[in-house]
């Protein structure tokens, strides 16, 4: 087999999961990727994530949740940056019990900031530390939490060669909330591994895990714990570098009638400098 054969295969597969023709690769895909996998990279991006929740509920159906996630980097001076990121879900909340329907409309909106050192670390770690705030933009309260809050969040990260690993983590404390709405106090780790395949360049496997905690619950009901990765690939659709991604993530720990499996795909556009 030709050697540019085997190097379409892995991209066509990942394309073919995704419904995307693939365009031409270019040589600088891999460092455009690692730039992709930090969180707090300055670089401009638009991510749209998909996920499909499955198993929600008691009657066990599929709960959709559109993200649409802009980052925005300030440039503060010589030596920081400020990253924003914010995340606007688009969500479609299955029935609880026969009869109630499903309903669609806006959840809670999440804004983050984080003041990071444009240099990394003697030892090559690149780390920010800030704020999250949550709004409470709900349009339905089957869609939302019905409080303001606001807590710490940081991250860390390392490019080690061909990889990218590191974690995230905040936590949120209601500071208001609506009537008959219970006071919110959870936890969220999201810890990352991002291996880029040598020889294939922008192509990528990762495994990053959405581990929360609410600490308002009872003992059996707190953590939700999952395991899984997948694939990614930068493309480019004329002159616009996109970054696909697509995994599965399976629940190991959940409170009762949290989702058993979950299916993410992602559309990042990106804006380097």
């Known amino acids: 087999m030709k050697k540019n054969s085997a190097r379409s295969i892995p991209i066509a597969l990942l394309s073919a999961a995704l419904g995307i023709a693939v365009p031409a690769i270019a040589q600088d895909d891999t460092s455009l990727a690692k730039a ?3 969180p707090i990279a300055s670089m401009i991006s638009l991510p749209f994530q998909y996920n499909a929740n499955f198993d929600v509920g008691p009657l066990e159906k599929t709960q959709q949740v559109l993200n649409i996630q802009p980052v925005y ?53 690149i780390w920010g530390a800030g704020a ?79 581990i929360t905690a609410d600490w308002e619950a009872d003992s059996g009901n707190k953590w939700t714990i999952p395991v899984g990765g997948g694939i990614g690939q930068i493309m480019r659709f004329g002159k616009q570098p996109v970054n696909l991604q697509a995994g599965a993530y399976y629940n190991v720990e959940r409170p009762d009638f949290a989702a058993r499996w979950n299916l993410r795909l992602q559309v990042q556009l990106l804006f380097p400098k």
């Open 132 to 210: 999250i705030t949550q709004f409470d933009t709900a349009s339905d309260d089957r869609l939302g939490q019905g409080v303001w809050g606001i807590g710490p969040t940081a991250v860390a990260l390392k490019i080690d060669g061909q990889w990218v690993y590191g974690g995230l983590i905040n936590n949120v404390w209601s500071v208001s909330k609506d009537d008959n709405r219970r006071n919110v106090n959870q936890m969220l780790i999201q810890p990352f591994v991002n291996y880029n395949v040598p020889g294939h360049p922008g192509l990528y496997l990762t495994s990053s895990p959405i």
């Open 36 to 38: 992709a996998q930090n």
């Open 73 to 125: 980097p300030i440039d503060l001076d010589q030596d920081w940056n400020l990253i924003t990121r914010t995340i606007v879900p688009l969500i479609s909340q299955p029935e609880f019990v026969s009869g109630q329907g499903t309903k669609n409309g806006l959840g809670d909106i999440q804004f983050s900031a984080f003041l990071s050192p444009k240099q990394p670390t003697a030892d090559g770690w």
